[in-house]
């Protein structure tokens, strides 16, 4: 298999073609914009957290392209209902997975599926695009309006 | 396939134009005859920067092996050849430009510094609260940002040229804008983003009539104008008296040379009556703590020790260029830029931003359902070469409601070959998001 189509497998395809949880969430708790300055990119992440702690909706709307839309669309559906503290821990394990510091198959780990996007490791200039989302669900959960890839 | 004379292999058919190679130059340009991954190499982003013919490593190798040493400081042998060499490169730039003198060559670092030292040398000393600047709505950020750190400084406000949809500037609305608070013009001679060639000569006549007081026009009268001539200087024959321009700035990497060069062309007088825009060695007359004198231009403008071997090969890539001459390189460039629109034409849901009907090698473009970053990493795994992003033109992104373009930017090494490459991967990964 090809490098690219290593990296832009079906799932992916077809989660950039029909994202999940793409919409607004009329009087979210917590919003926050993240934007990623070297391509201009920006995708907004809407949270409600109920009374134990846990994601009870989580969506997105924004501008991107298949990497980073694909990875919002399956963030947002993976993490919905589970504990902030483990979402916290999910994206420490993601981030340093694409980033290479972290093989998924070296330990047990939190990614289930989203394994797929380890792939992203081999494309310098795409790691950003991969955490563009999650570095805007940190900053929701840190109450933050604004979050950016360059942090 | 490549064919090895550089024709179309769709030539003759009825939609798209035969290609009629004017030049036949890869072969002079190492990286272009590597393999990547197997595949050769369809470089298309000679925009962000050209690849460099081997006359010019040589010449860069050379020097370090056989003559390096400072300039214009020491007494030694290997200092005076050096001196000559770095200078003999500021004659050959006022040749290439038809500048009146050298002394209107000042070495920087690049376009970016060009149009700083302009800022804030000319722009510091000259303006004033309530001073217009004039730029176009397709600049470069570079050729935006600098007015505008400039114009927090001074008061100076900005004033922009619309386009219309087709990336033309409207030439009314520029009239419009003139007036006796008009001080700076700055636009590009091509747009980067979209390949419009602007009009510069009549921007400049225009410019130099208004009834203000720069000095730049006849009669004491007039403001005065930069060109951002980065995406001109290797693509088509340029005169700065012609065009009466007051600043051209460009940038050596993008005309064959090496990074870490570029120049800023400036009518003498202007130069004289600006302040130095660093401070340092090199740009003085004499030095005590209590009063600095410093030299006459080019030298008051630059500070330190200076790019001494990307200088020098700064000049071999202007001997390149006169060798394989500007009016042949935009011949070749144009007829593949004809080739090139017609080929992406038969792209199911391309869109071509950018449509002027003067145009240099630039074609920037959306896919309909496909991100232009993505387009990039999947055209790369056919050893395809393009840019892809805003461009350092984000107000351009905004005129045409996109966020980013893909952008494909042909070179004189360029041939049929690597368009026929691009329009093959654009239909493949069309079809992969469909």
Avoid at chain 2, 94 to 115: C, D, F, K, P, V
Avoid at chain 2, 185 to 206: C, D, M, Q, W, Y
Avoid at chain 2, 323 to 342: F, P, Q, S, V, W
């Amino acid at each position: 298999m090809s490098r690219s189509n290593e990296l832009y497998q079906q799932v992916i395809l077809d989660h950039n073609k029909n994202p999940r949880n793409y919409r607004v969430i009329p009087e979210a708790e917590l919003v926050c914009e993240g934007h990623n300055p070297l391509c201009g990119d920006h995708i907004t992440i809407y949270v409600n957290v109920d009374a134990t702690g846990a994601i009870s909706d989580l969506s997105f709307q924004g501008n991107g392209c298949a990497i980073s839309k694909a990875s919002a669309s399956m963030m947002t559906a993976y993490l919905k209902g589970k504990p902030i503290e483990e979402a916290k821990l999910i994206f420490s394990e993601f981030h340093d997975m694409v980033r290479g510091e972290f093989d998924p198959k070296s330990r047990e780990n939190h990614l289930g599926k989203l394994i797929l996007f380890e792939g992203v490791k081999e494309y310098s200039s795409r790691i950003k695009c991969a955490s563009l989302a999650w570095h805007a669900l940190m900053g929701a959960l840190e109450k933050k309006q604004s979050a950016t890839t360059e942090a | 396939m490549p064919n090895p004379s550089g024709t179309s292999a769709a030539g003759g058919t009825a939609s798209i134009p035969a290609f009629k190679p004017v030049l036949d130059i890869k072969k002079d340009f190492p990286v272009l005859n590597r393999q990547f991954g197997g595949m050769p190499l369809h470089y298309l982003d000679s925009a962000a920067t050209t690849q460099k013919p081997l006359a010019v490593i040589e010449a860069m190798n050379t020097f370090y092996m056989e003559s390096y040493g400072t300039v214009r400081r020491g007494v030694y042998r290997l200092s005076e050849k050096a001196t000559e060499a770095y200078e003999g490169t500021r004659k050959k730039i006022a040749a290439l430009i038809n500048a009146a003198s050298e002394r209107e060559i000042i070495y920087t670092s690049g376009t970016t510094q060009s149009i700083n030292l302009v800022a804030y040398s000319y722009g510091r000393k000259f303006l004033k609260a309530g001073d217009e600047i004039i730029l176009s709505q397709i600049e470069h950020h570079a050729n935006i940002v600098p007015w505008q750190l400039i114009g927090e400084m001074t008061g100076a406000v900005i004033k922009v040229i619309p386009v219309d949809d087709t990336g033309t500037l409207i030439l009314e609305e520029y009239k419009k804008l003139l007036s006796e608070r008009t001080r700076i013009v700055a636009v590009n001679h091509i747009s980067n983003a979209l390949g419009t060639i602007n009009p510069v000569k009549e921007i400049i006549r225009l410019a130099h009539a208004v009834p203000g007081g720069t000095g730049a026009g006849p009669g004491g009268r007039g403001a005065v104008v930069l060109v951002d001539g980065a995406q001109s200087i290797a693509h088509m024959a340029v005169d700065v008296r012609d065009l009466d321009a007051d600043f051209y700035a460009f940038s050596g990497h993008k005309m064959f040379g090496p990074t870490g060069v570029g120049i800023l062309y400036g009518k003498l007088a202007l130069l004289e009556s600006m302040p130095p825009y660093q401070g340092g060695g090199d740009m003085i007359m004499k030095v005590t703590f209590e009063k600095t004198t410093y030299q006459s231009p080019p030298h008051r403008f630059e500070a330190g020790t200076p790019p001494i071997v990307e200088v020098l090969g700064l000049g071999a890539a202007v001997d390149y260029l006169k060798k394989t001459g500007l009016d042949r390189i935009a011949a070749h460039e144009h007829a593949l830029l004809e080739y090139g629109t017609a080929v992406l034409k038969e792209v199911p849901g391309l869109r071509l931003i950018g449509t002027a009907a003067e145009k240099g090698s630039i074609l920037s473009f959306t896919l309909e359902g496909v991100h232009p970053h993505d387009i990039g990493t999947l055209l790369d795994e056919d050893g395809i070469a393009i840019r892809a992003g805003h461009h350092c033109a984000q107000p351009t992104m905004d005129r045409f409601g996109v966020p980013a373009t893909a952008r494909a930017s042909i070179g004189p090494y360029n041939d049929a070959s690597d368009l026929d490459a691009l329009a093959k991967g654009l239909k493949r990964i069309g079809e992969m998001f469909r």
